[in-house]
């Protein structure tokens, strides 16, 4: 079994043909990949495996999806998971790749020998691929194909039985295990959420009005309009040009995540840190090219990274759901180092969100402002209000009047028995000051919440 989803290069020489092989055979992928798509996957594979030494699941299913065809992209990005599922789930181990094998992908190569390594068409049967290799020692029969990984229960449920079923084996291959499956399902979710997103914030084509900046005129789109009119020249007029307007706005984000006691009280199995990473896993995956923040709380705050830092988003997301299949006590020696001090552990959110406030009213080049607040929200003893805890809200209500918008990502353990008499007041405080408040209890649902409000503001 590999490290984390972090592959070494010889996984290329399974997936690069593994990929092309399924595709073709697919009924709905009208035009078929060619052996060229395989060669240029390698082509982008190899910079990036030079530069960081490893392949990530992000490196591997980014190629599938650019070099495919833009019809076809969402069925490529399926099948670039359904692979890495296989492998993830066989027991298989990948195959060393030597150095004169590695050399010999970088050399110039001959396009007819790529056309027989990459598989070529069989001329009988025609969108059929003829095997690509012959030999019982194919590393690649090792693999085992499973179903696409759409059918069966919904992906929430699918991720809900994982952890249940995994999450009380304390053993680092069963934690592993874990991490490497959920981190397949939710990077599935995020790629959807990020094109839905990416769709939302397309250019717009419109006719030209009085008043708009002649800068933003479309000159091709403008010609081929006119010309279409068959118009002369003096008959133009100036609602006959098009504008692109380019209506995406760039955003500043922080993310604050409670990893107090009380977020790993477990009910059903699962607990508030589970609903929290599996919705924001995908969040910060696909709002990765956007400037962000990462915080962790309980009675401290510690931040994981700063708004302008630069840190590698694979590190980031293991990091995340490395807690799942954590205790407090795990949590803890991580971040300090001790275990079971009395220090360590109480929910005080107030440094966390002064550093978030400081930290997105310096962005001022970001024409969007966000603050996402991950917890359970047990943040006051019933009946006790405390000047520090007022300054929770005052904070956030500071934050709206800036204009910084604030999400409370809310546990569905806050409104259970156990923590609603401590939860009651509070998320009725969020609220008036001003914040939006978005369930985790499954993934897609909470995505498909953060989607109607990022169109909204």
Request: aromatic share 10%; glycine share 6%.
């Amino acid at each position: 079994m590999t490290e984390l989803l972090h592959y070494p290069f010889s996984m290329v020489r399974y997936f690069v043909p593994e990929f092309i092989h399924r595709m073709r055979r697919i009924r709905e992928v009208v035009e078929k990949p060619s052996p060229r798509q395989g060669i240029a996957m390698c082509d982008l594979l190899m910079p990036r495996y030079m530069r960081k030494g490893e392949l990530s699941i992000q490196d591997l299913v980014d190629v599938a999806v650019y070099t495919s065809k833009v019809d076809n992209q969402d069925v490529a990005q399926r099948v670039a998971i359904e692979i890495l599922m296989d492998v993830e789930e066989s027991d298989a181990e990948l195959p060393e790749l030597d150095t004169d094998a590695l050399l010999g992908l970088m050399a110039p190569r001959n396009e007819e020998k790529l056309r027989f390594e990459f598989g070529e068409e069989n001329d009988a049967i025609p969108g059929e691929i003829k095997p690509l290799y012959d030999s019982d020692e194919d590393i690649f029969r090792k693999f085992s194909s499973k179903p696409d990984i759409g059918v069966g229960p919904g992906e929430d449920e699918l991720i809900k039985q994982a952890i249940k079923e995994y999450k009380n084996r304390r053993d680092r291959a069963t934690r592993m295990k874990l991490a490497e499956f959920l981190k397949l399902k939710l990077l599935n979710l995020a790629i959807q959420f990020r094109r839905k997103m990416e769709f939302l914030n397309r250019p717009i084509i419109r006719p030209y009005q009085y008043g708009d900046d002649p800068d933003d005129i479309d000159e091709d789109r403008s010609l081929e309009n006119i010309f279409d009119q068959g118009k002369k020249a003096e008959d133009v007029t100036y609602d006959d040009f098009f504008i692109r307007k380019k209506e995406k706005r760039k955003k500043a984000i922080i993310f604050i995540l409670d990893i107090s006691n009380t977020m790993f009280y477990q009910l059903e199995g699962l607990t508030s840190i589970h609903y929290s990473v599996m919705s924001l896993v995908p969040l910060i995956w696909s709002l990765q090219s956007e400037k962000y923040g990462l915080v962790f709380y309980e009675s401290n705050s510690h931040i994981h990274k700063e708004l302008h830092e630069e840190r590698d988003i694979d590190d980031i997301v293991d990091g995340l759901l490395y807690l799942v299949t954590s205790t407090t006590g795990d949590v803890e020696k991580i971040f300090k180092g001790t275990q079971g001090t009395q220090t360590w552990g109480g929910t005080m959110p107030t440094m966390s969100l002064r550093w978030a406030l400081e930290e997105l009213r310096d962005a001022g080049d970001r024409t969007e402002k966000i603050c996402f607040f991950f917890s359970d929200f047990v943040l006051d003893e019933p009946g006790v209000l405390t000047p520090e805890k007022v300054e929770n809200y005052s904070i956030i209500g500071k934050m709206e009047d800036l204009g910084i918008h604030v999400v409370a990502c809310v546990s569905p353990l806050a409104k259970g028995d156990v923590f609603s008499p401590y939860t009651e007041n509070v998320l009725k405080m969020v609220r008036e000051s001003g914040a939006e408040m978005i369930e985790t209890e499954k993934p897609s649902d909470f995505l498909d919440r953060v989607q109607e409000f990022l169109e909204q503001i």
